[in-house]
């Protein structure tokens, strides 16, 4: 299984980006896709997951949303009304199991696959 994503730039406060996800193997079908955000010295950062339901961080919580195109075999990431707190590498990872805890849709250790990040700057 492959990750690759893309669709990262340069926008103003409350702008809006739209990232993409191209995962190639079984794992798109069923599964879970999510997205995570790093920023430098820090964590990786849970922003949104798409298992058994679609689930999203508080602090992106009616901004975001996480869907899949099955046909094209990408995840996207409608990233709207963005602030400067958003800036950050984006990765989009994936596993064969399907999350319904947080627990579980939220730990980047849970996840088998990962994308290469793709940078999101919001200016103010």
């Known amino acids: 299984v492959q990750l690759q994503a893309s669709g990262g730039g340069l926008v103003q406060t409350g702008g809006s980006l739209r990232l993409s996800c191209v995962v190639s193997g079984s794992t798109f079908s069923r599964g879970t896709v999510a997205w995570f955000r790093q920023t430098p010295g820090k964590e990786r950062e849970f922003v949104a997951a798409d298992g058994r339901g679609r689930y999203y961080s508080d602090s992106v919580k009616g901004r975001f949303t996480i869907f899949r195109d099955s046909a094209k075999n990408t995840v996207y990431l409608q990233m709207n009304d963005l602030n400067t707190e958003d800036t950050a590498v984006y990765f989009c990872?994936?596993?064969?199991?399907?999350?319904?805890?947080?627990?579980?849709?939220?730990?980047?250790?849970?996840?088998?696959?990962w994308g290469q990040g793709t940078q999101v700057t919001v200016s103010s």
């Open positions: 990872a994936a596993d064969d199991r399907t999350f319904n805890v947080r627990a579980y849709f939220s730990q980047a250790n849970r996840y088998y696959y």
